[in-house]
């Protein structure tokens, strides 16, 4: 058995335990389970070391051509009073480098965050009626309706009656149907993963049986 | 008969797994394919704006994904570099997830032998960076600073296709095959709104219904969505018997399956209000 067949036969396994949760809970699930929250664990804390700190920080801090960039200890420093959290004496110290991360998030989306996901869409949803042949002008003219009565359905500010609530109403039904687009792509999105596990298993696991048991090529 | 959809109703859930399962392997066993046709759909709109580029234009491909993902985005990636190579682009890779640089690794390099590609000349990974949203607007200034070597220590400097490339101004197109955040989000609000660089992408079918929107602005010029966008540009791209097509006929099965169960159930549901028993 080589390295490449035993890979194969791991995976697999770990693949059909998992499934069996499927059936009940049970001994081999549960160690599937585990065993994949731990390698998780080791392999991110490995990767973080190899391909975060030590080119991003470490690297700079102590460069090829040799000596000491002592400014490289100020986000050290940063990064340490993170696990301060670990203690309740020092754990008010977090609070300086979770600020300025959520500080520098907030400075550098909130331009860019409006742009892209409010101006940018209220903007095409504006112009959308004014080009196009009858299908797309048809097009944008549900979604100019959907718009509208999706946010109507949201202000509760005046009780939904009248042209209100039929407008509310319509807001509703576009809402469901948005809904039910998603819905229909998450299946499509589960049945993908099922399918390639069970291509895996069909295709590369099943046939290295009969070489594992001497049967065929 | 209103007992029939009654016990159909409380059927034990085991079944339905039972018949999801042969939904997806049977027609995998028997290698079944359904015809795939693309009509006018974002995954054509890519297709096209890809063939439109001139030969020698950079393309920067970034894999933002990992294996939890790949059954839907590695077809993509595949389908994706094999076009930009027939095209003879500049493909640059990178990742903003740790382990898409793999994987992106994997997709260039088995198409650049086949396609008899060389790297460093016609492309190059660049590899992994943290950051997201924040690395990307680095790039935009300075693409050497965030990458002064690519995936494996090779210095920016001592790669020839990346002479002419500073920023992500450099570049005709961006595609992120994206799984999530860090993905096609924050190239659209980082590189494309900001730097006016074109947007492609391909996505998982989760996050699909999400990233319509930037169709529709202009902000992206395709998107590829999920298996269905995989088979897509595979067939576009002329791929025989690709994962993505191999894949859409246990995908549309299952589909039937699932729509036949919805209907039982709501049939189910409705027998019984009617006799008082649910609410």
């Not at chain 2, 095959?177 to 391909?202: E, K, N, Q, Y």
Request: hydrophobic share 50%; net charge negative; aromatic share 12%.
């Amino acid at each position: 058995m080589n390295w490449e067949i035993l890979g194969i036969w791991l995976g697999a396994l770990v693949t059909l335990f998992l499934y069996s949760f499927l059936y009940r809970d049970n001994p081999f699930y549960k160690f599937a389970e585990h065993l994949f929250v731990g390698m998780s664990a080791g392999y991110w804390v490995i990767y973080n070391i190899e391909n975060v700190l030590i080119p991003n920080w470490w690297q700079n801090m102590f460069p090829e051509g040799g000596g000491f960039d002592w400014v490289w200890l100020i986000p050290g420093i940063f990064a340490l009073f993170m696990l301060a959290r670990i203690w309740p004496k020092t754990a008010g110290l977090s609070r300086l480098s979770l600020g300025m991360i959520v500080g520098v998030g907030a400075g550098l989306n909130m331009v860019s965050f409006f742009q892209t996901n409010a101006l940018a869409q209220v903007k095409g949803t504006i112009f959308s009626v004014a080009s196009g042949g009858v299908w797309d002008i048809f097009s944008s003219l549900v979604l100019v309706v959907g718009v509208v009565s999706g946010l109507v359905y949201f202000f509760f500010s005046k009780a939904h009656t009248g042209i209100m609530g039929k407008t509310a109403n319509v807001g509703i039904t576009i809402l469901m149907v948005a809904f039910g687009a998603s819905f229909g792509y998450t299946i499509m999105a589960r049945l993908s993963l099922l399918i390639g596990r069970s291509q895996f298993l069909l295709e590369d696991w099943i046939p290295t049986i009969p070489r594992l048991l001497g049967i065929g090529g | 008969m209103a007992d029939i959809f009654e016990k159909l109703g409380n059927l034990d859930r085991r079944i339905i797994f039972v018949l999801i399962a042969l939904a997806v392997i049977i027609p995998i066993i028997f290698e079944i394919v359904f015809p795939n046709p693309v009509g006018a759909e974002p995954s054509r709109d890519l297709f096209d704006y890809v063939d439109a580029l001139p030969a020698g234009s950079n393309v920067l491909l970034s894999f933002d994904y990992d294996p939890s993902t790949m059954p839907e985005l590695q077809p993509m990636a595949e389908a994706l570099v094999r076009h930009l190579f027939e095209k003879d682009l500049n493909v640059v890779g990178m990742a903003l997830w740790p382990q898409g640089a793999s994987l992106g690794q994997d997709a260039m390099s088995s198409m650049a032998d086949s396609l008899g590609k060389v790297q460093f000349e016609d492309w190059c990974n660049l590899g992994y960076k943290t950051g997201g949203g924040v690395m990307i607007v680095r790039l935009g200034t300075s693409m050497s600073a965030v990458f002064p070597t690519d995936r494996d220590n090779v210095p920016w400097s001592e790669i020839p296709m990346l002479r002419g490339i500073t920023n992500l101004e450099s570049f005709s197109l961006i595609i992120s095959l994206s799984a999530g955040d860090p993905g096609i989000i924050a190239w659209v609000m980082m590189a494309g709104d900001r730097f006016g660089v074109p947007i492609g992408g391909g996505c998982t079918a989760v996050s699909a219904p999400t990233l319509y929107t930037y169709l529709q602005t202009g902000q992206m010029v395709g998107l590829l969505g999920g298996l269905k966008g995989a088979a897509d540009y595979e067939t576009l791209v002329g791929i025989e018997g690709g994962q993505a097509v191999k894949g859409m006929a246990p995908q549309s099965v299952a589909h039937i399956v699932i729509m036949l169960f919805i209907i039982i159930g709501n049939v189910a549901y409705f027998t019984r209000k009617k006799k008082g028993g649910a609410k």
